[in-house]
């Protein structure tokens, strides 16, 4: 195969068609279950000290963990969820969200905070959750390192490096399907890419 078919742009494409036909599929419902059992399981272990989290929106067939992180955010007072805002520079900010508030589309199509008319303050996230488009994991010593092929913009590199300075405890989450798995000769981390602590996907809690 040439390098140049393989070209981030061409497998991200293939893999958002590979997630569509997946969503009509007869697998789709059982493993979505499954990864959304999988984060409860994060979410009553380690996220049971965490005040914050950030969600996304979901578009193109990702999967909605609205529900269950409402659910979460609604058992114990002071806890809050947070929606990226995307920033002309490519950054990303965090606003305090709640159901039912006002949203306005981001130049990509994404429901967003208004952050001209912020309902909710904005806030850094004790935990990310980031939808993947593909992902990859790399040893490190005794350590296994995971990695998320988004969407191509760079904007959760970005905000990730700078928020890790500010925040170290900072637990990012990528969440996938275990077939969105890419091997080294799809796909490997570049060296702007800001690896994930943990991955979620239907069979099991990585980190």
């Not at 979460?72 to 520079?89: I, K």
Request: aromatic residues 10%; hydrophobic residues 30%.
């Amino acid at each position: 195969m040439d390098m140049h078919g393989n070209s981030p742009k061409t497998l991200r494409q293939e893999l958002l068609k590979q997630r569509k036909e997946f969503a009509t599929g007869e697998n789709h419902a059982r493993a979505t279950e499954n990864l959304i059992a999988n984060l409860n399981q994060f979410l009553t272990g380690t996220g049971n000290s965490l005040q914050s989290i950030a969600l996304y929106w979901p578009i193109q067939n990702e999967v909605d963990l609205r529900p269950t992180l409402l659910t979460w955010s609604n058992s114990e007072s002071g806890r809050q969820l947070a929606l990226p805002f995307a920033r002309p520079d490519k950054h990303l900010d965090f606003y305090q969200w709640q159901a039912g508030d006002h949203l306005t589309l981001s130049q990509h199509g994404v429901p967003e905070p208004d952050p001209s008319k912020p309902q909710r303050p904005a806030l850094t996230p004790d935990c990310i959750l980031i939808p993947c488009v593909g992902w990859s994991s790399s040893s490190k010593g005794p350590n296994t390192c995971y990695w998320r092929l988004g969407y191509g913009g760079g904007y959760f590199d970005r905000t990730l490096a700078q928020l890790k300075k500010n925040k170290p405890s900072l637990i990012c989450i990528g969440i996938g399907f275990d077939w969105q798995k890419l091997d080294d000769a799809q796909w490997s981390a570049q060296t702007h890419d800001e690896p994930l602590d943990m991955l979620i996907t239907e069979s099991g809690v990585f980190r």
